[in-house]
T-cell receptor
């Protein structure tokens, strides 16, 4: 079964600084990969996804993620963080073509932005 | 995308009672799911709601505790039965239009059990 590890529970960055959130997955082949953001009191919003093809994926709100098969990683990046990016970020994985379309989520990383 | 609403948005309930949460989508979807997010935790899939048949439950979740209905392609309910304080969580509905597509999430229902 697939699993997801987000090693950083909390990250604090200054506004305007760059950001990288780490995500490692465990799966025998290349899974489908997702990053979601959850703002306080809100549901989850999809930032970006990777199914196949170009390993650098562009998402909404200026985020991007890079799939690295050799490292089983799918790290999320943003070159310049805004205060409104403060939220919790979840990496998720799904086995391609698996019946049920089930997502397995990482534990999440809480991003704090200091001014 | 999909516009998903959940009712209630939050509730405070007494131990031993039951609460039914509704999930309504603005258009037909293929699959509907229910997740639980316990305080400070990540999301855990409870079950897949199947239209016209019994839901498919994940390990650790049973129908007697979390009965689910899905009478059509835009609506589902999750009941949390015989509640205890350990059931205090956010319950989220999600949908997907096809097996290859992304999942869209509702705003969640924040449940507190006293």
């Amino acid at each position: 079964a697939q699993s997801v590890t987000q090693p950083d529970i909390h990250i604090t960055v200054s506004e305007g600084a760059s950001l990288e959130l780490r995500c490692n997955y465990s799966y025998g082949a290349t899974p489908y990969l997702f990053w979601y953001v959850q703002s306080p009191g809100q549901g989850l919003q999809l930032l970006l996804k990777y199914f196949s093809g170009d390993t650098l994926v562009q998402g909404i709100k200026g985020f991007e993620a890079e799939f690295k098969r050799s490292q089983s990683s799918f790290n999320l990046r943003k070159p310049s963080v805004h205060w409104s990016d403060a939220a919790e970020y979840f990496c998720a994985v799904r086995a391609p073509m698996e019946y049920g379309n089930k997502l397995v989520f990482g534990a999440g990383t809480i991003l704090r932005v200091k001014s | 995308s999909a516009v998903i609403s959940q009712k209630p948005s939050r509730d405070i309930c007494q131990r031993g009672t039951s609460l039914t949460i509704q999930c309504q989508v603005d258009s037909q979807v293929t699959m509907m799911f229910w997740y639980r997010q316990q305080p400070g935790q990540s999301l855990t899939l409870i079950a897949t709601a199947n239209q016209g048949s019994e839901a498919t439950y994940e390990s650790g979740f049973v129908i007697d505790k979390f009965p689910i209905s899905r009478p059509n392609l835009t609506f589902s309910t999750l009941t949390v039965s015989n509640m205890s304080p350990e059931d205090s969580s956010i319950y989220l509905c999600s949908v997907t239009r096809d097996r290859e597509g992304e999942q869209f999430f509702g705003p969640g229902t924040r449940l507190t059990v006293l």
